[in-house]
């Protein structure tokens, strides 16, 4: 009876079911579990943490932020018990410690305290500072001494510095980065002139003129540099750490201060949101560990519409060809096959390749023909944003064409003959009819394709992308979206702050921030095109996609 039960449920299929039921939960819960962790470790960054400082039986008092605390299984020291306890504290103060952490054992804390007098200060270098003030000074005036009124005059100067600092970097954007445009197309076409050999004296008298005054321009402008520097710098906070040493800091390298002991929810959910805007809109500091990373994420979404523009025709056209045109025999096998065979070669080649051909042939002619005035100094001849789009248009193109071949195989014949039976030529009914109801499958290809590109780096680190590219592609100069410059992508600052910072252990937290930004993007750009899907379903829900 047992064998025959046995034998029933192994014929009916449930042990298949539940296996392919199991294999889809783990699944899930090993993705979940991921999308997890980034979140925690990601989102955790922006909440405000408290600052704990610890007295020591040395009598050493250490002050800092709560990262994380682990048990040592066994001891080296024979005044510590076997399996004791140690707390990992971020310390801050970089440039007093040389160090940005520091582990303490429970045994040697004999004081636990969150001193509401505390503050941590976010420096546009050498990370954060915490400790207390001391006074503040313009110059060689002091503006207030001890804790309570320097804290109320700092919140004010903060303010005022960061205007002036905002003043800073308009010029320096806005201002000079226009006067420097307009000083290269004028020395380019200074350039132009040498080459052709016939210009006259009169054109080349009204550039150097030009030059000159836009030069002269150059200066004032960075005079009032200058002078906006010098005003910074007399603003000037002393504070001190929990060991009593003093540090100098000019109030112009502050981005901000809070007191996180005395803060209430309200306050720190406030500042939770403002840092997370922060690092969505703001440009990235010392060496992409800090500030945010708004570059990155501009380039990574402009990279990807560029390489969908690119590559839906292309694989649309060639599936068109393959599955209505081409004669079905050896040769369109062939193709078939090198066509899969191609969305299994590692990215590492095809960026090999866009560098070899998209770069050197491609864009080295174009410099010859184009943009000759300009060398040695090459213009479509390194990488950059179009060429990184390219390249990973043709890495993603087989996808495209065998996405797209299956959702003209999923069109019904009958609405191909319909169409030729009431007078429509191949190419109205393909046009009108067949393409229109293959589009959900042309959209699963573009999705599988973005999703696949968004998060390729290894091609990029040949055909354009860099460390840091502050300078976006967009600005308001001819022609506006400029695809020959460098740009940065959420992929490559994850690669570059996780692996090559100076710093591994205080980059970690940016490491998970971009790691979650880059997951969202990748999501958002898959609901826009599944959002379209969707509703070419609905529109053409007579076929069978």
């Known amino acids: 009876m047992r064998k025959n039960s046995l034998k029933k449920f192994f014929d009916s299929g449930s042990l298949f079911i539940w296996l392919c039921g199991g294999a889809l939960s783990v699944s899930l819960l090993m993705i979940g579990g991921l999308l ?21 039986k040395d009598g050493d008092v250490v002050l800092g ?59 546009r270098e050498w990370g954060n500072f915490f400790g207390r003030i001391k006074q503040i000074q313009k110059g060689e005036s002091l503006l207030a001494s001890g804790h309570e009124q320097a804290l109320t005059v700092l919140s004010s100067l903060l303010e005022q510095t960061n205007g002036i600092q905002e003043k800073i970097h308009d010029i320096e954007q806005n201002e000079i980065g226009e006067l420097n445009h307009r000083l290269e197309q004028a020395r380019l076409e200074l350039r132009t002139l040498d080459l052709d050999g016939q210009g006259r004296p009169e054109d080349r008298k009204e550039i150097e003129a030009a030059i000159h005054n836009l030069e002269a321009l150059f200066e004032v402008q960075n005079t009032s540099l200058i002078v906006l520097y010098d005003e910074l710098e007399q603003f000037r906070v002393t504070v001190m750490d929990v060991a009593g040493a003093e540090k100098t800091i000019q109030l112009g ?93 590692p990215s590492i080649v095809f960026g090999v390749f866009g560098l070899g051909f998209f770069v050197y042939v491609v864009g080295g002619t174009l410099d010859q023909l184009f943009f000759a005035e300009a060398l040695p100094n090459p213009t479509f001849g390194t990488g950059g944003l179009l060429w990184a789009s390219l390249t990973l248009a043709l890495m993603t193109v087989p996808v495209v064409i065998v ?12 609405y191909r003959e319909g169409s030729l039976g009431l007078g429509a030529t191949k190419l109205e009914a393909l046009w009108r009819v067949v393409l229109p109801c293959a589009m959900p499958g042309i959209l699963t290809g573009l999705i599988l394709a973005v999703s696949r590109a968004t998060g390729e780096v290894a091609p990029l680190m040949l055909t354009g992308v860099v460390k840091l590219a502050p300078s976006l592609p967009v600005d308001g100069f001819f022609p506006f979206l400029h695809l020959d410059r460098k740009f940065m992508h959420l992929g490559f600052h994850i ?34 095109a599944i959002t379209m899907r969707t509703r070419m379903r609905k529109r053409y829900a007579g076929s069978s996609v």
Do not use: C
């Open 495 to 528: 690669y570059d702050v996780g692996f090559q910072s100076p710093n591994v252990e205080a980059a970690k937290p940016m490491v998970y921030v971009t790691t979650f930004i880059l997951v969202f993007v990748v999501i958002l750009l898959n609901m826009a």
């Open 253 to 345: 390298t502050l981005v901000k201060v809070w007191a996180p002991n005395s803060m209430g929810g309200s306050d720190k959910l406030l500042m939770y949101v403002q840092n997370f805007w922060e690092v969505l809109s703001e440009e990235p500091r010392e060496a992409n560990t800090e500030g945010g990373i708004f570059p990155a994420i501009f380039g990574t979404v402009l990279m990807v519409v560029i390489m969908s523009i690119a590559v839906v025709p292309f694989g649309v056209l060639a599936a068109i060809y393959l599955k209505e045109y081409a004669r079905q025999g050896l040769l369109t096998r062939m193709i078939r096959i090198a066509v899969n065979n191609l969305a299994g070669v």
């Open 65 to 123: 932020e709560w990262v994380a605390t682990e048990i040592i299984p066994e001891s080296e020291s024979l005044d510590k018990p076997k399996g004791h306890e140690r707390v990992q504290l971020k310390v801050g103060n970089r440039d007093l410690y040389g160090l940005d952490f520091r582990w303490v054992d429970r045994a040697d804390i004999l004081n636990e305290q969150y001193p509401l007098d505390v503050l941590a200060f976010e420096r």
């Open 36 to 56: 997890v962790l980034i979140m925690i470790n990601g989102m955790g960054y922006f909440w405000p943490k408290d600052l704990i400082q610890f007295t020591l």
């Open 403 to 414: 996405a797209t071949e299956e959702g003209l195989s999923a069109v019904p014949r009958e």
